[in-house]
């Protein structure tokens, strides 16, 4: 059986490099050549694959690696971002999407169970394919990506009421536990699962994560990741709750403790390895005989639900009072049938809730729609930026209302700041500590309400339309800095407001440098791209830990940014003047040193501690609560707790720090 399985994987992933391949060179998304590769290898297509159970249980694999990475790459602040998007939008998504297709489902003649168990099916969606393309787009910090996010999190955690209501929708089956004796087990197994979680969370986890990394043995920090996200996920399967949710959560738990990069390093080829393994099994599932034989109901099927669920998912994030473009992008992204809702749909067969054709109707609507989500997702971006309908139409009168109320539109000469996110707020920070007026413009709500409660010129709205900028001043406006995370929404935020004000000076920051072209193209005085940015931050100090002059320093900066970050793009030797910057650099140290309780040094003078004549050391600075003396003189005493500055070389460093501990 072992070499069945291996002989079966080996064509999978042979396959899949020839058909992925060529997805790739005709520009599409690489996750419906997996889907494709499932369809061709799968018992329904040319029948490569005979270990189908065992391919599917190795795929769930991927779905608990890519949701524990997305769990590592949050943090509690996001996640309490997400409250209402999650509770609110989840709630309205997953009711008004139950309530219409069992309406349409009555209205076909199905009985009250059935038609509210095709609801269940079709309120979910994907997961694996949404997460998995947000992550690719860098989108899930945009509005689009955590509304949707926040919306998969409700659907997952929706999963266990429905699995709750199932026996009570059909005729228990002999030998079956009876729905209230059912209910009240998985009850009770939820609230341990969570008990024990959050114990864990607070006082295991975190005792064996640091057990585990001060043994500096990476195979055993990796086997201390894979027992905490393999634990977690199986209490929440235990618990009746989705492999995704307890990944997930296992990936939130880590994602606080400073192990979780190291965490995310160690998972990241094997997560893309099994996701990839996923989606050929999704595409396994589906019948190509059905779909000859049903061509037009299956059409029919696809067509009604990607339509249906794209309203009500956008419809729901209308009603958290989002831009038109955003809720165009929700609904889109959330348009196809879920994972999950195979295991319901297998459950409702067993239960007596879904015939046999309406299952594989089931399956090959779901792959299909599965197969068009990037394509759609990518349509409804070509959309938001090209239609003019869908900036104008929404915040234009609270927008105005709001500046009005903050004396925006009697500013001058002031900066406008789009997005209130880390980004924004340190670019406030800074305005208001040197005097410069500033309004911040945000498309987040509960953000604008907070804010404005404490006094910040904030006004809501989308700053993609054009009547939001102007009622925040921009015709007036000095700067604009755009600060969001969206790049789709920076580069038309660019282009309308120097359409608008082409005197404007410009500053955009984007996480990526194939974004710069764009910005600078579309009006964009300067652009700051956060991957580099980082690098030039590090590169000034550590040139001022080599004692390079700060003019020296300033002017390398300037020429990094001056050429387009041309140096940390490859590997080409330094230029001259980079090399005669290494000549300059004299072979010592400055570093900062405590007075420890009981160390030598107590209660001495810096001459009795002959650091100049024992030690060749050279004080430069002692600290004494807020005050702080240069040059000290060698009568200086040293008192406990005092900071001490000085210049020495490497090899002297060791001795002098014996002083102070």
Not at 361 to 389: E, F, H, I, K, N
Not at 466 to 472: C, D, I, Q, S
Request: net charge neutral.
């Amino acid at each position: 059986m072992e070499g069945v399985l291996l002989k079966d994987i080996v064509i999978i992933y042979a396959l899949a490099a020839g058909v992925v391949y060529l997805f790739h060179r005709i520009k599409l998304p690489p996750v419906v050549g997996f889907l494709l590769t499932g369809v061709l290898a799968g018992p329904h297509g040319f029948g490569l694959i005979s270990s189908v159970h065992e391919v599917e249980t190795l795929a769930e694999i991927g779905i608990i690696l890519l949701l524990f990475t997305i769990g590592l790459e949050f943090s509690t602040t996001q996640l309490k971002q997400m409250r209402r998007p999650a509770l609110l939008g989840g709630a309205l998504q997953v009711g008004l999407t139950v309530a219409v297709s069992a309406g349409v489902a009555l209205a076909l003649g199905e009985r009250t169970g059935q038609a509210v168990f095709a609801g269940f099916i079709l309120a979910l969606s994907s997961t694996a394919i949404v997460l998995k393309l947000l992550q690719d787009k860098a989108a899930l910090d945009g509005p689009t990506g955590r509304t949707s996010l926040g919306i998969l999190l409700f659907q997952d955690v929706a999963v266990v009421a429905m699995l709750l209501a199932m026996p009570f929708l059909a005729a228990t089956p002999a030998g079956a536990k009876p729905p209230g004796e059912m209910g009240w087990e998985l009850l009770a197994k939820g609230l341990a699962a969570v008990a024990i979680i959050l114990v864990g969370a607070r006082w295991v986890f975190p005792h064996l994560m640091h057990r585990m990394a001060a043994t500096r043995n990476r195979e055993l920090f990796i086997i201390a990741v894979v027992v905490v996200l393999l634990g977690v996920t199986w209490l929440t399967s235990w618990a009746g709750l989705s492999l995704a949710l307890g990944a997930f959560l296992a990936g939130l738990i880590l994602a606080g403790s400073r192990y979780s990069h190291q965490a995310i390093g160690s998972v990241i080829p094997m997560r893309d390895l099994f996701t990839s393994l996923f989606f050929v099994s999704i595409g396994m599932l589906m019948d190509l005989s059905f779909l000859l034989a049903h061509p037009g109901w299956v059409a029919l099927g696809t067509g009604l639900v990607l339509l249906g669920k794209s309203l009500l998912a956008g419809g729901a994030a209308l009603a958290l009072r989002l831009p038109l473009r955003v809720a165009l992008g929700v609904g889109l992204t959330l348009s196809q049938v879920g994972e999950f809702s195979f295991v319901l749909a297998r459950g409702g067969i067993k239960l007596g809730l879904l015939s046999q054709n309406a299952y594989q109707l089931m399956l090959d609507v779901a792959v299909l729609t599965m197969a068009l989500t990037p394509a759609l997702v990518w349509a409804g971006q070509r959309l938001a930026r090209s239609s003019p309908l869908l900036t104008r139409l929404r915040h234009g009168g609270r927008a105005g209302d709001m500046a009005q109320e903050h004396g925006v539109q009697h500013m001058m000469g002031h900066v406008m700041v789009v997005g209130y996110g880390i980004n924004g707020q340190n670019v406030t920070r800074a305005a208001k500590s040197a005097g410069i007026p500033y309004v911040v413009v945000e498309m987040n709500s509960s953000t604008v309400n907070r804010e404005a409660a404490k006094g910040e010129p904030i006004i809501f709205g989308d700053a993609m339309n054009p009547a939001v900028l102007e009622h925040a001043g921009l015709s007036k406006a000095r700067v604009l800095v755009v600060a969001i995370a969206d790049p789709v929404a920076a580069r038309h935020i660019v282009a309308t407001a120097k359409d608008l004000n082409p005197a404007l000076y410009v500053i955009a920051r984007t996480r990526f440098l194939q974004e710069m072209p764009a910005l600078y193209d579309l009006g964009a005085d300067e652009v700051v791209p956060e991957e580099y940015e980082t690098a030039v931050e590090i590169f000034a100090r550590v040139l001022r830990r080599f004692l390079v002059p700060q003019g020296e320093i300033e002017r390398q900066v300037a020429a990094l940014r001056a050429e387009g970050y041309e140096m940390l793009r490859g590997l080409a030797a330094p230029s001259g003047g980079q090399q005669e910057i290494c000549r300059m650099i004299p072979d010592v140290n400055i570093a900062t040193l405590q007075v420890h309780p009981g160390a030598v040094s107590v209660g001495k003078t810096i001459a009795e501690l002959g650091l100049r004549k024992k030690h060749g050391v050279t004080a430069l600075a002692v600290s004494r609560g807020d005050k702080t003396t240069p040059n000290p003189g060698a009568d200086t005493i040293l008192n406990q707790g005092d900071y001490l500055v000085i210049l020495a070389e490497p090899e002297a460093m060791e001795g002098v720090r014996a002083l102070f501990r």
